[in-house]
């Protein structure tokens, strides 16, 4: 059965409307339900009248509160009482299946159940609990019972308790052989609360110190021979303080609805609302399930209801909180202006936004959208002020906050067309903080400046279009060399550059052919490494080159990185040096680098005579060859060697002509010879082996 009722008595007429809410009061386990008695009169045409009156009877919800009863001893006296919430006393209690165990029975107005059990039995029985209303509310339950003729622990459970706050509880022992000890046999007990035993009954006492649910089995030992015992288990929950977290509620808007819930924690819920003091403004009503307040209030603007709110937990023992509140019905909130004249782009530009209702003074802000860069919301006093530096149409939203305990807000959405310019954009920058710079601008329009004393510079009255920003400054670097910049409908500042000292260029390096090189190809190119420590620096290049001291420039501002000096000299000594030159006119000398080109070697000996395998040759014939070198100027000895063996001994060294006389040679023999030239430069060039026979006299 739910909910409370209207009692039968209450009647209404087919003309007539039931106008009266139910009430809100809360029914606590101490109250009584409400009674409340209304008269009705009904007149007709004729200007006959009824009267009756009519009662309204509220109560909550029946519950059975015990869920379970305690097991009896066989011959011992028994007693329990069976509780209920909710309804109209008196209760009326009753078995309806089942059966007590024998020996016991229900006392039907009072649901105490009490004798003498007989005999060891377990019972499965059903009790129904019924109020004095019409129709009666009932709860049915279900309960388990046994009867015992050994050691049990007659307590079926123990009270929950309330954090920090003090606590006690006892839990008894039947049959057995008394006196009885207890101890904790399994679980944790709540922190904060000890355990101690008595020759009768244990007690769990002290102050909970933290909230939680504990299950934990307790033992019981008697004094029999041989010893009995019991073990139980039991349950308590530990809540803490019921706390209302609420502290004010928001302000009501006369004729608009109105929704604001309470808050609660802690304790065990749910919980149950109600008004012990006071009333809401006419039209709303507390949800006593849920703590929400709402309704539709047409009272006067200004009207205020200050109440009492109580709010009580389900846990066992019950706890509660209350707290006083005040709602004050004003009219609603709103942004009276209705939309933004247009605004030129850079020029002054002013509008004032306006408000009602609520509580003043009000809070302005920009919630949502795009908003003019250059225009900004005074936040007190709603007023658009600036000069917006971009153009277009921009849609934002303004809330507004009031100033009640509980801030209301609005919100309108508004659309701003800002016109464009012509010929009124700058670009803006800054050269390193250095005073004097020319900066040259090109592009879709041309002209120069040169920094202030911060290193800023301007550029101002241009079109929309496509720029270059180039700052220049003789012996300085910037970074970056220039900017490419576009104005579309807009300014363009920052556009910023670093200067830092041009620096020479490096000394150049790794020669080729190496110093000091000799034997050099007489096609040598002459080959260097240059490098600048400013990377975006460019090299050009002056070669000095020649065969004496100070070598003469042969070449100026080539780029490349080698030199093609032309057919050299054999066997001389060049001298050569490269001088680097960067894009500011930096130059760095290098070194004086120097080589020698090779000695080419003297001419393979030839044209023998006598004519090489020739035979019948005189006794008296005198060997002649071709020699000679390469290289002008270079002076050439010969080596000759000359006999009968294959591989013939020296025989002469180091002479000067291109001939030789061996003397009378033998008849029909066979000899072998070769000459070797030598250089001055001690160039050697061996000739092949050539032979001749001699005639037969």
């Excluded at 706050?165 to 944790?188: C, E, F, H, M, Q």
Aim: aromatic share 10%; hydrophobic share 35%; net charge negative.
């Amino acid at each position: 059965m739910g909910g409370r009722r209207i009692s039968p008595g209450f009647e209404q007429s087919k003309s007539q409307v039931l106008c009266r809410a139910e009430s809100t009061r809360k029914i606590s386990f101490q109250e009584v339900p409400l009674v409340e008695k209304l008269r009705k009169q009904v007149s007709d045409g004729a200007g006959n009248t009824a009267t009756k009156e009519f009662f309204w009877r509220v109560s909550d919800d029946m519950v059975l509160l015990t869920q379970s009863v305690a097991d009896g001893a066989r011959g011992k006296p028994y007693s329990y009482l069976l509780e209920a919430d909710g309804g109209f006393l008196p209760y009326n209690w009753q078995i309806i299946s089942g059966s007590l165990p024998d020996g016991l029975s229900l006392k039907s107005t009072t649901g105490v159940v009490s004798g003498t059990p007989t005999t060891r039995q377990s019972r499965t029985f059903t009790v129904r609990v019924s109020d004095s209303d019409s129709p009666a509310q009932y709860v049915d339950q279900l309960f388990y019972m046994e009867v015992t003729d050994e050691l049990y622990i007659f307590t079926e459970k123990i009270p929950n308790g309330r954090e920090d706050k003090p606590y006690i509880a006892t839990v008894s022992a039947r049959l057995g052989v008394p006196p009885y000890t207890w101890s904790l046999d399994s679980g944790v007990l709540p922190p904060g609360a000890t355990l101690t035993s008595s020759p009768t009954v244990a007690t769990l006492s002290r102050t909970p110190t933290q909230k939680g649910t504990y299950t934990f089995a307790l033992k019981v030992r008697d004094s029999g021979t041989p010893t009995g015992e019991a073990i139980k288990e039991f349950t308590v929950n530990i809540y803490d303080e019921v706390v209302i977290e609420t502290s004010a509620l928001k302000y009501a808007f006369r004729a608009l609805p109105y929704s604001e819930s309470i808050v609660a924690t802690g304790g065990a819920s749910p919980y149950r609302w109600s008004l012990v003091q006071g009333n809401l403004p006419v039209g709303l009503t507390l949800n006593s399930t849920t703590g929400l307040i709402s309704g539709i209030s047409h009272v006067a603007s200004g009207h205020s209801s200050e109440f009492k709110v109580r709010v009580p937990d389900t846990g066992n023992p019950s706890d509660f909180a209350e707290r006083v509140f005040t709602i004050y019905v004003i009219d609603a909130l709103e942004i009276t202006t209705e939309e933004i004249q247009g605004a030129l782009q850079k020029e002054i530009f002013e509008a004032s936004l306006t408000a009602k209702g609520g509580i003043s003074p009000y809070a302005w802000s920009i919630s949502e959208g795009a908003f003019p860069e250059g225009l900004s919301l005074d936040l007190q006093t709603g007023m658009l002020l600036g000069s917006p530096s971009v153009c277009g149409s921009f849609d934002f939203t303004v809330k507004i906050t009031d100033s009640a305990p509980v801030p209301h807000e609005a919100a309108r959405a508004f659309h701003l067309d800002v016109i464009c310019c012509l010929s009124c954009y700058e670009i803006t920058g800054n050269v390193a903080s250095m005073e004097g710079v020319r900066v040259n601008l090109s592009g879709d329009a041309t002209t120069t400046t040169d920094t202030d004393a911060e290193g800023n510079y301007r550029f101002a009255d241009l079109s929309n279009g496509n720029y270059t920003v180039t700052p220049v400054l003789a012996g300085h670097w910037m970074t970056p060399l220039a900017r490419e910049v576009t104005v579309a409908n807009l300014d363009v500042s920052s556009t910023e550059f670093e200067v830092r000292p041009n620096q020479p260029p490096s000394a150049p390096s790794t020669p080729s052919p190496l110093e000091g090189a000799t034997s050099v190809s007489l096609e040598a190119i002459l080959s260097w490494t240059g490098s600048d420590p400013d990377p975006e620096d460019t090299l050009r290049y002056t070669v000095r080159f020649g065969a004496s001291l100070p070598p003469p420039e042969v070449a100026a501002s080539q780029t490349g990185t080698n030199y093609n000096p032309g057919p050299l000299l054999p066997n001389t000594t060049y001298y050569w040096q490269t001088v680097a030159t960067d894009f500011h006119g930096a130059q760095t000398e290098g070194p004086v680098w120097h080589f020698r080109t090779l000695n080419r070697p003297p001419n393979v000996p030839s044209d023998p005579v006598p004519v090489n395998d020739a035979t019948d040759i005189s006794l008296t014939t005198m060997l002649t060859w071709s020699g000679g070198d390469p290289d002008a100027g270079d002076t050439v000895l010969y080596d000759v060697y000359f006999g009968t063996a294959q591989d013939p001994p020296l025989v002469a060294e180091s002479l000067a002509p291109t001939a030789y006389d061996p003397g009378e040679l033998s008849p029909n023999t066979n000899y072998y010879w070769k000459i070797v030239s030598k250089d001055s430069n001690e160039g050697v060039t061996e000739g092949p082996v050539w032979s001749f026979r001699t005639l037969n006299r």
